[in-house]
């Protein structure tokens, strides 16, 4: 195994269960649940979001409210087996009093362990800068579904338009890179919100 993938293993699983793992030499890392590469331009982000979303705990909200010119919020979730509270860093939009985060996971194949846990319980908290709030998760579906994917993707383009051109957005292109649908999340604050 490569002496860089050793290293953010053992940082990583710090981290917490959830973190899926790619080393350069296989699709397949020991120990680990991820069985297909990242997209390679989640390979180049995936550092620097790992890095935001360490910066957004530590500071307690007031440094990472934005990520890549884009507004982010910490989702913690409760962990379906261990019962731990797990945070992650995700970027959203807003449908009305709302809050949409894609379990896109970078176009892996497996989907991100924050949504199965909000799958197992819907009792979620969102934390945008400093102000924290609790909400109730739900997966969108149908037409619903497809309204936010067109939002996501055309308030989340980043390059993927330059370098994939029939695509929308960054999570068209993840899309393409995996067979399963890639999940978009509804987060509803469960008491009013000032957060933005």
Do not use: C
């Not at 176009?107 to 799958?119: K, T, V």
């Not at 055309?154 to 929308?168: C, D, I, M, T």
């Amino acid at each position: 195994m490569h002496a860089n993938a050793i290293w953010q293993n053992d940082q990583l699983r710090s981290l917490g269960e959830e973190w899926l793992l790619y080393s350069p030499e296989s699709t397949e890392l020991e120990g680990s649940r991820m069985r297909t590469p990242y997209t390679p331009g989640a390979l180049l982000v995936g550092p620097f979001l790992r890095v935001h979303e360490l910066v957004y705990k530590a500071t307690g909200g007031v440094v990472g409210k934005r990520m890549i010119g884009r507004p982010s919020l910490l989702l913690t979730t409760t962990g379906r087996k261990t019962g731990k509270r797990r945070e992650h860093a995700l970027v959203f939009a807003r449908d009305g009093a709302s809050y949409v985060v894609v379990a896109s996971n970078g176009g892996n194949d497996r989907a991100p362990g924050w949504l199965f846990n909000l799958r197992a319980n819907a009792d979620v908290e969102v934390k945008i800068g400093r102000e924290r709030f609790p909400a109730t998760a739900r997966v969108a579906s149908g037409e619903e579904r497809e309204r936010l994917w067109e939002q996501v993707n055309r308030e989340n383009r980043g390059l993927a338009p330059v370098f994939h051109p029939e695509a929308k957005g960054r999570y068209d292109v993840y899309q393409r890179h995996t067979g399963r649908s890639i999940d978009v999340v509804v987060l509803t604050p469960t008491r009013p919100s000032s957060a933005s």
